[in-house]
């Protein structure tokens, strides 16, 4: 794929950690960057604890509508915080609402040796993926996977 295609980075942040990830991953490949909002309440302990149930169960949620049409792009790269060892709901939201072209996953997790349990895409739509852990995030150490994740999609 060469960087030339029109690429969308679409994220949901809850804590804000898969955002910094987002952002600099949209100004690598520039690429338009939109955030996903769930119409969910997620604050608190007690929308933790929704959330997860809700990953867990892998159920969809109500999002705002989107600026940006995945369906026009050629990848959409998904970029999603690990939630019960899901992708959080408002992806799946996203999924189900659109047919996506190509796609690419960012997940962001407490470890980086958590693994994710199961895509809401096709396999054989999937280019690249990668992780990213807290530590990573917090310490900014995450530049050279990035410029790794880009030399992926390339390919």
Known sequence: MSLNNKI??????RSGKTKI???KLAEKLGADCEEIIDKANYKGIFGFIK???????????N??????????????VLCSPMWAGNIAPALVALCDKYTLPK????????NSSNNINQFPTPKD????????????INNN???KD??????DIKR
């Open 125 to 136: 739509s999937m280019v690249a993926y990668a992780k990213f852990g807290q530590k990573q």
């Open 63 to 76: 999002i705002e509508p989107l600026k940006h049409n995945p369906e026009q792009y050629d990848l959409v």
């Open 8 to 13: 969308l980075v679409a994220y949901y942040s």
């Open 51 to 61: 959330g997860g149930y809700t990953a867990a169960k892998h159920k969809s949620t």
């Open 146 to 151: 990035l410029d790794e994740f880009v030399r």
């Open 141 to 143: 150490e995450i530049d």
């Open 103 to 110: 796609v690419a996953w960012v997940i962001t997790c407490a």
């Open 21 to 23: 990830v987002a952002k």
